[in-house]
């Protein structure tokens, strides 16, 4: 097999394809957690304001 400069342009590309669609699937997940996180906080918390008006405290 020849290793010419097409094949290793070809090989280049095909990296850095994989590596931009693995950083955006982590970026991607990252947002989500942070989402998630907020989300759960803000139900917490929504919760908490729910018992206090039906007496319910802890």
Same mark, same amino acid.
């Given at each position: 097999?020849?290793?010419? !400069?097409?094949? =290793?342009?070809? =090989? =280049?590309?095909?990296?850095? %394809?994989? =590596?931009? !669609?693995?950083?955006?699937?982590? $970026?991607?997940?990252?947002?989500?957690?942070?989402? %998630?996180?907020? !989300?759960?906080?803000?139900? *917490? #918390? $929504?919760?908490?304001?729910?018992? *206090?008006?039906?007496?319910? *405290? #802890?």
């Amino acid at each position: 097999m020849k290793f010419t !400069a097409e094949f =290793v342009l070809s =090989v =280049v590309v095909a990296l850095g %394809s994989g =590596v931009g !669609a693995y950083t955006a699937i982590r $970026a991607d997940l990252a947002t989500l957690h942070e989402r %998630s996180t907020n !989300a759960l906080a803000a139900a *917490q #918390k $929504a919760n908490d304001r729910i018992d *206090q008006l039906t007496g319910r *405290q #802890k």
